[in-house]
C-alpha cells in the first residue's frame, strides 16, 4: 500500500515527544513554572510563550501543538526554557487566563500567545492594559488592538477531506462527530465533516455531540459508547482532551472484539499514538492536521525579524499548508487517497468553497 501524506508536513509535529517527557508533567504546574529561569539566552533574543487552554499543555491535540511551535522556536533560535526564553502557564480554568497573562508580561516575553477562542475576552483586557506587549490569539478574530495579531485556520477545508475519507470508509452508512464546546471554531470543524461526508455520500448517516468540555476524557467516552453502540463505526473529534476519551472506547471495543470495525479520526496532531490497540492494531483512521505549531513559528519569527502583524488577523487553510490529513499508515485505500487530494486540490485552488457554518438540525 502507498503511503501518502496530505497538508501539513508533520515532522515538527511528531519531534516533541521525547522534548515534552523531558519537560516532566510538574512543570504544568503555575507556581513553579513562574520561579524557572532559563540559562544560556545571552545577547539580543526574542523570547517568546504561551498560556493553555483548561485542555492541558499535554492534551495530545491543539494546547500540545502551539506548545511544540513555541519550543521549535525557541530550539532554532538556541534559547532556554524559561524567563528570557521560552516558556509556558497552564490554566486550571478560565479564571486563569488574565493572571497567566499578566504574569508573563511581568515577566518580559517578547511575545505571549493566549490559546484558544475562549481566551479572546482576557486577551482584550491584557491588550489594552499592557499597549507595549506583543500578544497573539490563536483561534479568535474577537479583539482588535495594534499590539495584537489574531490567527485562524481554515478547520472546515481539513474537516472537509475527514469527512470525505469517513464517508468513503464506513461500512455501516453511519458515522459521528464528537465535539468540544459550542463555538465557531468547533462549528467550523463540523460544518467542513458533514460537507466533505455529503460530497460523496449524500445519503451518509451522521450522528453529532457536542459533549460542552475540552478537558474532560468521560464525556468523550459515553458519546463515542452511544455512537458506536448504535452503527456508527467512524468517528471524528473536535474535542481536545476530551476526545481521548473517543479513542479510550475504541480502543476497549477493539480489544474485547478484534474483529470490531471502529475507527477514530484524531484532530490538530497527528494523534495515531493515542490509537494504538496492540502491537499490530491501531485504531486511528487518520488525524485532521492544525498547524497551530507551524503558526506559532511563523508568528514569532515575523515578530522577531520587527515585521509583529500587529491589529491583523492572519487565516491558514488548505492553500496555506495550515490544515491537512496525516499519513493514514496505510489504513486507507489508495483509490480514496486519490479522491482526497482531488477535493483537496479544488478547496485549495477556490473551486470548491467549504462553509464555516454548522449544519442547521
Not at 148 to 166: D, P, R, S, Y
Request: proline share 2%.
Amino acid at each position: 500500500m502507498k503511503k501518502r501524506k496530505f497538508g501539513l508536513l508533520i515532522s515538527s509535529v511528531v519531534a516533541t515527544g521525547a522534548i515534552l517527557a523531558a519537560c516532566g508533567s510538574d512543570e504544568g504546574k503555575d507556581k513553579e513554572t513562574e520561579t524557572s529561569t532559563g540559562a544560556g539566552n545571552e545577547g539580543d533574543t526574542f523570547s517568546i510563550a504561551m498560556v493553555t487552554d483548561v485542555g492541558g499543555v499535554d492534551d495530545k491535540s491543539f494546547n500540545q501543538s502551539a506548545w511544540e511551535g513555541v519550543q521549535k522556536f525557541g530550539t532554532d533560535n538556541g534559547l532556554s526554557k524559561g524567563d528570557g526564553g521560552f516558556d509556558y502557564l497552564q490554566s486550571q480554568s478560565d479564571a486563569d487566563y488574565n493572571t497567566n497573562l499578566n504574569n508573563l508580561i511581568r515577566r518580559d516575553f517578547d511575545l505571549v500567545f493566549g490559546v484558544g477562542f475562549m481566551m479572546a475576552d482576557a486577551m482584550g483586557e491584557v491588550a489594552g492594559e499592557n499597549p507595549d506587549a506583543q500578544l497573539a490569539l490563536i483561534d479568535s478574530a474577537d479583539v482588535t488592538a495594534p499590539n495584537l495579531v489574531n490567527i485562524l485556520f481554515k478547520e472546515q477545508e481539513g474537516a472537509f477531506l475527514a469527512g470525505v475519507v469517513a464517508a468513503e470508509m464506513s461500512q455501516t452508512g453511519k458515522i459521528g462527530f464528537v465535539g468540544g464546546v459550542d463555538i465557531p471554531v468547533i462549528n467550523r470543524f463540523h460544518a467542513g465533516f458533514v460537507e466533505g461526508a455529503k460530497a460523496v455520500n449524500p445519503d451518509i448517516e451522521i450522528q453529532v455531540n457536542y459533549t460542552g468540555a475540552f478537558d474532560d476524557a468521560s464525556k468523550g467516552k459515553i458519546a463515542a459508547n452511544s455512537m458506536y453502540s448504535s452503527g456508527v463505526d467512524i468517528i471524528f473529534h473536535a474535542a481536545g482532551g476530551t476526545g481521548n476519551g473517543v479513542f479510550s472506547e475504541a480502543k476497549e471495543r477493539k480489544a474485547k472484539d478484534p474483529n470490531a470495525n471502529v475507527w477514530v479520526i484524531g484532530v490538530d496532531a497527528d494523534q495515531y499514538a493515542e490509537g494504538q490497540v496492540d502491537d499490530a492494531t491501531n485504531i486511528t483512521l487518520t488525524s485532521m492536521l492544525k498547524g497551530v505549531n507551524n503558526a506559532v513559528v511563523d508568528v514569532a519569527t515575523k515578530a522577531k525579524e520587527g515585521n509583529f502583524p500587529g491589529g491583523e488577523t492572519i487565516v491558514y487553510g488548505l492553500a496555506e499548508d495550515g490544515v491537512g490529513l496525516a499519513d493514514s499508515r496505510g489504513a486507507i485505500p489508495q483509490e480514496v487517497l486519490d479522491k482526497v487530494e482531488e477535493y483537496k486540490e479544488k478547496i485549495a485552488s477556490g473551486e470548491i468553497t467549504v462553509s464555516e457554518e454548522k449544519p442547521k438540525k
